[in-house]
């Protein structure tokens, strides 16, 4: 049996995501409000703000009044999604990672705030994950070329190297990828 078990719960990892409206954090096995966050983790995303200054002005933007809400701002947008990869591991705060957001596509801060997911070492374009979404629905290819906007041929072109970009030749494997990315 191949049992899943969230970062934090058995392990010294850390894991934030969004539920509803809270926002919570996994560590040592306990699940605690954001506002609840041990000092060094407080530190530790302050630090990465201060080295971002696109970042830091969203932020400001965003909160302008309160720096705890700025780094709870940043946590949410960075590493919101309630997954099985760790938000911080060994001490060391990742990359970020793609979840849905539900701003997605009206936020004014999106890509400065939050990251698409990276695959095969490469960051993946806003385009390539509408048209993994959209790969991984029952569509006909001109359904999907029409809900993305596309001609045709620039639909069957961006099909082509989304499918160079991933190393897979079938909608199947698109889906495997987007499930295991989130992206779903």
């Not at 969004?18 to 302050?46: A, H």
């Not at 960075?78 to 060391?92: M, N, P, S, T, V």
């Not at 001609?151 to 991933?166: D, E, I, N, V, W």
Request: aromatic residues 8%; contains cysteine.
């Amino acid at each position: 049996m191949n049992e899943k078990i969230y970062p934090g719960m058995i392990d010294q990892g850390v894991e934030f995501f969004l539920n509803g409206s809270d926002f919570k954090i996994i560590q040592n096995g306990s699940i605690k409000p954001f506002n609840e966050i041990p000092l060094s983790i407080s530190q530790m995303l302050k630090e990465e703000i201060s080295r971002l200054p696109a970042v830091e002005q969203a932020l400001l933007e965003m909160q302008p009044d309160s720096k705890i809400k700025r780094i709870e701002q940043f946590a949410k947008c960075r590493f919101g999604g309630l997954d099985l990869e760790a938000d911080i591991i060994d001490g060391i705060l990742q990359d970020g990672e793609y979840w849905p957001c539900p701003l997605h596509g009206s936020c004014k801060h999106e890509g400065t705030l939050c990251k698409l997911p990276i695959y095969n070492g490469t960051r993946l374009t806003k385009s390539d994950v509408q048209l993994m979404q959209e790969s991984c629905t029952d569509k006909t290819n001109d359904v999907i070329a029409d809900d993305l906007h596309m001609a045709y041929g620039t639909f069957h072109q961006s099909k082509k190297y989304l499918h160079r970009k991933l190393g897979v030749q079938t909608k199947q494997a698109i889906a495997i990828i987007a499930m295991n990315l989130n992206i779903l």
